[in-house]
């Protein structure tokens, strides 16, 4: 994402965060984009978007926490935001913010492999109009050269117009419904 | 080049430009990213020539760059944490036999307990080895504090740490401008060593010095880093000339002028800080902040000019110096010689704790009201520390602490990991 902001000329800064050091440890990245230097380097605490990679953290960490009330989030699952649980959390943010894409799936078939980051980030920019979906493209492409940038590029490209199109599950949609 | 990179990928790059013709390195987080970056430049030829050297720990990464100094080539290592402390004798040789090697420090925190995350406490251990100590504010510095440490070391022959924040500025996707190789060329001259072994004119380097000579040697190093005073500055300078930005010096004041109040601190915090003074400034408070990027030699009359006439200076320190307190502020003070300036040493950070701006901001709210302790501790989580203490009082088999202190703070504290305050003002941060 920072990347992504670097090619449309913002200042941007990306931070992990780990503990463990193997597959699977929960793991914390924070960004941040702005028009002009960024100087801070604390973590982000007040969010404008959560990027939530595995859903099984959903009901162990309060991942939500500090999200701010006009917040956007991305859950990778292809399962509902009510069948999540998170219905309360839908109803709290503005129509339309909560969206959920089976990221891992889509990896799969596009890369071979459970890697959902590109897909979740071109979701994430298709949900919030931060970047541009040619700048996604250029960030993959910049990371992961040759045939592996190429199959991240489809599947962000299928994510992205999955949500732009809104057939990814759009948590305000289930709720719609489910008043 | 101007590019969005990862900060070790960006300082790896800044010294395979130095043209190192030697590397020898042992990988441990979060340093494991510069060297490893550095590796793939040598193996694909970009870096040539150079020798990368694979070793079995750290003692040996320091000895092989102290051999590979000796025998006249530029060399460079990198490490952290537990990996300073185990070359520790061979940090002391290097300075003692004055060989301008250059080293990253990723800084972290060393243990026990455990904790891989960032704070100062790995530099501030070999404080006193003789080696220059350089604190990189941003990615950006931290590049071109690499550029401007070979340089320094090979003029003075003593060698140079650059610390740049574990985590925070080495795993951290800024923007950077990565020089050209013409640019570094411009400013770095050829290595010419002032001593080498050679088997065609051969000398001893490491002599046994008894009494006689043993302070002149020593004291010869201080008078080189009182040397390095002058010199850093000056290099600063030539930097701006070669490169066109600031970068290094002794230290950099942030709207000093008129303040009542001055923040002092080490490495990437400086940017949160400045960020707090903004604010602060907007209230109408007479704030400034100064990033100390020389911290050995210790710049105490350029410090002291800096801090002039502010009332009160508040040290925000990533480590302590158990059984007193701060390491800097008992450093600052030198640079205050008979005035009444309140000091307040307040210790923040430490093993990855997040020094977030609204504890900055009551913090230095806090100095200002005179309700600040003259030594105290950044988010510090009291209450539990108390109950440690009463578990203590109560009973002899308590176990081990760190565990006890875990158990007490509950399951989610350990999974939150490095990026929640965990004190009493937590703010969680997922």
Known sequence: MSIGGFVEGRWAQAIPSFGSERMGAPVVAFCRLHDREIRAREPVTAPD???????????????????????????????????????????SLPAGHVLTVPATEIALRHVGRPVPNAVLLAALCALTGELKLESVEAAIRHKFKGDVGERNVAAAREAHAMCARGTAAKGAVTHAQAV | MLKQCEGSQAVAEAVALCRPEVICAYPITPQTHIVEGLASLVKSGALSPCEYINV????????VAIGASAAGARAYTATASQGILYMAEAVYNASGLGLPIVMTVGNRSIGAPINIWNDHTDSMALRDAGWIQLFAESNQEAVDLHIQAFKLAEELSMPVMVCMDGFILTHAYERVDVPTQEQVDAFLPRYVPRQSVDPDDPVTIGAMVGPEAFMEVRYLAHAKQMEALELIPQMAEEFRRVFGR???????????????????????????????????????????????????PFPSAALGKVLGHASRVITIEKSLSVGIGGNVSHNLRMSLPGRDTKVYTVIAGLGGRAVTKASLRRTFEAAIRGTLDPLSFMDLNVKAVERQLEREKAARRTGPAAEAILRDLGPTVGASASTTTHGPAAGAAH
């Open chain 2, 56 to 63: 079995e720990s750290e003692f040996a990464a320091m000895s």
């Open chain 1, 49 to 91: 978007a959560v990027v939530i990679q595995d859903p099984t953290l959903l009901h162990q960490i309060k991942v939500f926490d500090g999200l701010s009330p006009t917040g956007y989030v991305v859950i990778n699952s292809g399962r509902s935001a009510d069948e999540l649980g998170i219905g309360e959390l839908v109803k």
């Open chain 2, 246 to 296: 600031s970068s290094g010096g002794l230290v950099r004041p942030y709207r000093c002028e008129d303040a009542e109040t001055i923040v002092c601190a080490l490495g990437s915090v400086n940017g949160t800080i400045q960020d707090v003074v903004d604010e602060m400034r907007e209230a109408g408070v007479k704030i400034g902040s100064v990033s100390l990027c020389s911290f050995r």
